[in-house]
């Protein structure tokens, strides 16, 4: 866990443990001036150093040289302002889901496992790609000084600020995920044991000797003469459907136990408010950004001879992977969230209960009216739809982009 500590230490807004970063803001700080050094110097450096703007017209070399350092910036202001309030209410919203159902030993290290992994990716595709550029900078281009050098590591910089927001997100992502998971798994069970209950209600009568006592004491009131008083057994006995069934004391009626899922779900809801005032602006901006990079890379291999097509690769392996990644956990957190719907519906239909299907009918109005989704700032969903729409974008963009090249060779 030493790599995730560092890394968010550096990079991130919040540290592993959901406290506040006391580096943010003296980084942010550095973070923009290197923003803003890249911004005036990048025409510079990309046309001397990889001659885009022999393929690419003045117009969209712009576009491409600047599009890192102005998301980088964008998104670093807008998650440092909204930084404290929104951690401090995702923190607190974990703390009292988690004060209903405490995290068990399995599902914290499902969580430090998956966090591992998905820093560790992260930095297995930015580190390399990143170190082989300024390689390639100082072995194979001689007209290359210090400026283009500095250049290359801010660029390694926003890179980095950028990817470990990004880890921050998903990892949130995970752990909503699982308290969902956590709250459809007890609607499962729930569901299961009132199946059970209406086709086998006998299969939970106690012994006969309890059933006798049971139905001895609802008669009489109290012990027959000559028989001494007998201390209570060690579940309490109810009626249910004229049979006797006996429950732990600890074991909630139906409805209390809708209730409790009820509240635990919207507390999980809440945190997903949480995280779309946090994140939402820079994921969008993440998603523009490796959207665009990674059609411009495309692009350039195809009409121009890169010094590397691995260095190629690496880089368009990095942007898909942290496509996805934002992506499809957020899309499978959204499904499990709504999962609940179906569930509930189910139970609903066999219960008899009026006051249990009360519950039922509120904890589903309560889920069809918030938001589960997550959102770049209300701009787009982040789902699979949005792999499916950049897949078209990137397609006609490269159409028209290579009919332009067409036409400014003939």
């Given at each position: 866990?030493?790599?995730i500590?560092?890394f968010?230490?550096l990079?991130g807004v919040f ?6 970063n006391?580096f943010q803001?003296?980084?942010?700080a ?5 923003c803003?050094?890249n911004?005036a110097n990048?025409?510079?450096?990309v ?10 017209s003045s117009t969209?070399?712009?576009?491409y040289?600047?599009v890192?350092s ?7 202001i807008?998650?440092a302002?909204e930084?404290?309030?929104?951690v401090s209410?995702?923190?607190?919203t ?5 004060a209903y159902?405490p995290?068990?030993a399995?599902?914290l290290r499902?969580h ?5 992994t998905?820093v560790a990716?992260?930095?297995?595709v930015?580190v ?6 300024v390689?390639y900078?100082?072995r194979?281009e001689?007209?290359s ?6 250049y290359h590591?801010f660029?390694?910089?926003?890179n980095?600020s950028?990817c470990?927001?990004?880890t921050?997100f998903?990892?949130?992502?995970f752990?909503?995920y699982?308290?969902?998971r956590?709250?459809?798994?007890d ?5 299961d044991?009132n199946?059970n209950r209406s086709?086998?209600?006998?299969m939970q009568?106690?012994?006969?000797s ?9 008669r009489r009131?109290?012990p027959?003469a ?7 057994p060690?579940?309490a006995?109810i ?11 600890s074991c ?8 409790l899922?009820?509240i635990?779900h ?6 997903i408010?949480?995280l779309?005032?946090?994140f939402?602006?820079?994921m969008?901006?993440s998603?523009f950004c ?6 411009f890379?495309?692009?350039?291999e195809?009409?121009?001879?890169y010094r590397?097509?691995?260095l190629v690769?690496?880089?368009?392996l990095q942007y898909?992977l ?5 992506i499809?956990?957020a899309h499978?957190?959204?499904k499990?969230?709504l999962?609940a719907?179906?569930?509930?519906s189910?139970t609903?239909n066999g219960i008899m ?6 519950e039922?009918?509120l904890f589903?109005n309560?889920i069809c009216?918030?938001?589960t989704?997550f959102?770049?700032?209300?701009l ?5 739809q949005?792999?499916?729409?950049a897949?078209?974008a990137g397609?006609t963009?490269l159409?028209?982009?290579v ?7 003939e």
């Amino acid at each position: 866990m030493w790599l995730i500590r560092i890394f968010w230490a550096l990079c991130g807004v919040f540290t592993v443990d959901m406290s506040h970063n006391r580096f943010q803001h003296a980084y942010s700080a550095l973070l923009m001036a290197t923003c803003v050094y890249n911004l005036a110097n990048a025409s510079y450096v990309v046309c001397k150093l990889d001659h885009w703007c022999v393929t690419f017209s003045s117009t969209l070399t712009a576009v491409y040289d600047r599009v890192l350092s102005s998301t980088a910036f964008l998104s670093r202001i807008a998650v440092a302002y909204e930084c404290e309030p929104n951690v401090s209410r995702y923190r607190a919203t974990i703390r009292a889901f988690e004060a209903y159902s405490p995290p068990s030993a399995a599902e914290l290290r499902r969580h430090g496992a998956f966090t591992l992994t998905v820093v560790a990716a992260c930095l297995a595709v930015i580190v390399p790609a990143n170190a082989v550029s300024v390689y390639y900078l100082c072995r194979h281009e001689p007209d290359s000084d210090a400026s283009f050098v500095v250049y290359h590591v801010f660029t390694c910089v926003q890179n980095l600020s950028m990817c470990c927001v990004e880890t921050q997100f998903v990892v949130q992502c995970f752990k909503v995920y699982t308290k969902f998971r956590g709250v459809n798994d007890d609607l499962k069970r729930l569901k299961d044991e009132n199946v059970n209950r209406s086709v086998y209600p006998f299969m939970q009568c106690p012994a006969p000797s309890s059933a006798s006592r049971c139905r001895g004491s609802h008669r009489r009131g109290r012990p027959a003469a000559g028989h001494s008083q007998r201390p209570p057994p060690p579940s309490a006995v109810i009626y249910d459907r004229d049979f006797c069934r006996a429950r732990p004391p600890s074991c909630r009626p139906m409805a209390n136990a809708v209730e409790l899922l009820r509240i635990k779900h919207w507390l999980v809801r809440q945190s997903i408010d949480a995280l779309n005032s946090l994140f939402g602006v820079h994921m969008g901006l993440s998603v523009f950004c490796l959207w665009l990079m990674a059609l411009f890379n495309v692009y350039y291999e195809m009409f121009y001879d890169y010094r590397s097509e691995l260095l190629v690769y690496c880089w368009l392996l990095q942007y898909t992977l942290r496509l996805l990644m934002i992506i499809l956990t957020a899309h499978f957190t959204t499904k499990q969230a709504l999962e609940a719907k179906s569930l509930i519906s189910d139970t609903n239909n066999g219960i008899m209960d009026s006051s249990t299907k009360e519950e039922l009918q509120l904890f589903m109005n309560q889920i069809c009216s918030s938001s589960t989704e997550f959102n770049a700032y209300d701009l787009f969903t982040l789902n699979t739809q949005v792999i499916k729409s950049a897949i078209a974008a990137g397609a006609t963009c490269l159409v028209i982009l290579v009919q332009y090249h067409s036409g400014k060779n003939e």
